[in-house]
């Protein structure tokens, strides 16, 4: 069976910049940087953090003359995936229940919540809900 591609973690930048692909599917630099919220980066910054993406696989273009359409190669879902499984290893032995405790004593868990989580974890073991 063929090893699975390790998908690398993004830097904070280039998370941002992924995050508007996956959203508008296409764009051109000119689209992000009109997207990203005040205080805005250079075009040249931009343009830079593209083509390091690029360069790592996470995304590719289509060409317009001079300029260029990016568009995600990687899912989103697909990198979640990738991203929270590590963070599961390195920082809670791969227990999603210490995943759980730590997220409940940081950020609290109304009565609410922990019903809706329970009802997550109930369609998700009688495969009624495959996410």
Do not use: C
Not at 45 to 60: A, H, Q
């Amino acid at each position: 069976m063929a090893k699975k591609p390790e998908i690398r973690e993004l830097t904070k930048a280039e998370l941002q910049i992924m995050q508007l692909l996956w959203k508008k599917e296409k764009a051109f630099v000119n689209d992000l940087v009109g997207d990203i919220p005040e205080p805005k980066p250079a075009y040249n910054t931009v343009s830079t953090i593209i083509r390091i993406l690029e360069r790592k696989g996470f995304v590719s273009h289509n060409s317009f003359g001079k300029t260029h359409e990016y568009y995600p190669l990687i899912n989103r879902d697909i990198y979640l995936n990738s991203y929270m499984g590590n963070v599961l290893q390195s920082f809670f032995s791969n227990s999603v229940p210490n995943l759980v405790s730590f997220l409940s004593k940081k950020e609290g868990i109304s009565l609410e919540e922990a019903n809706e989580i329970m009802e997550i974890i109930e369609k998700q073991m009688s495969g009624k809900d495959n996410h």
